[in-house]
């Protein structure tokens, strides 16, 4: 479907570049796992070597790192979620999530991701209705 439209994809892991800034559903590390846990952005960023948004585990975070060389940071954006608000998946039924629920825009120059604003789906739905 998504050739069709014209769209291209990529792998499961593998990074899509827009303006030099990589994105992901899923950062892998050396081990072909996903980063996971309380400081997963952390520990994504302290590895990358360009920007990175993510999405993985559905909590909106930002995170910087700096970085000796002429790039002096990167930045790591957990994009969180598009479903509807309160929704749980049925595979995290019983955990705890902290899912951020909205959208982000990136704005993204010189390579990196400048700024993000989230907008959550309470405001969308009451900016446009369901």
């Known amino acids: 479907l998504f050739k069709q439209a014209g769209w291209t994809t990529t ?57 000796i060389g002429p790039q002096q940071y990167v930045t790591v954006v957990n994009l969180g979620c598009a479903l509807p608000q309160n929704h749980i998946e049925n595979y995290a039924m ?8 909205g959208v982000n825009e990136l704005f993204i120059q010189e390579n990196s991701i400048q700024s993000v604003k989230f907008t959550s789906m309470i405001e969308l739905e009451k900016l446009y209705g369901k």
């Open 94 to 101: 019983h955990t705890t999530t902290g899912w951020g629920y």
């Open 11 to 67: 792998q499961y892991g593998e990074f899509y570049f827009v303006d030099g800034v990589g994105f992901v559903h899923a950062a892998l590390n050396r081990l072909g796992k996903t980063y996971g846990g309380k400081t997963a952005e952390a520990s994504i960023a302290n590895d990358a070597v360009f920007d990175i948004a993510v999405g993985h585990s559905h909590i909106p975070q930002v995170r910087r790192a700096p970085k």
